[in-house]
C-alpha cells in the first residue's frame, strides 16, 4: 500500500449491505474485522485492503499494535 510519505496504514475499508435504507435492521457494515461479537450475517475480513476500494480489514488483534493516532475519511455513496 502507498501512503505517499505519511507513515499512515490503511486497516479498514468497507460498504454497506443496504446503503439505500440506511436504518434498516437489513442494513450492515460489510465486511467487518474479526472483533468479538456481531449480530449481522456479513463476510468477516482479517486482510488488509490494498486500497480505499479494495474491501478488508486488518486482523483486529494486530490494531493495538499500529499507533495511536487514527484518521476516518469519510466516502458518502
Do not use: R
Not at 457494515?29 to 475480513?45: C, E, M
Amino acid at each position: 500500500m502507498e501512503t505517499h510519505g505519511g507513515g499512515w496504514t490503511l486497516v479498514y475499508s468497507y460498504t454497506f449491505t443496504n446503503y439505500n435504507s440506511f436504518s434498516s435492521s437489513s442494513n450492515a457494515v460489510t465486511p467487518h474485522p474479526n472483533w468479538p461479537a456481531s449480530g449481522a450475517n456479513v463476510p468477516i475480513s482479517t486482510t488488509p485492503p490494498l486500497s480505499e476500494s479494495s474491501l478488508g480489514a486488518v486482523d483486529w488483534n494486530l490494531w493495538k499494535n499500529i499507533g495511536k493516532e487514527l484518521m476516518l475519511p469519510i466516502k458518502h455513496q
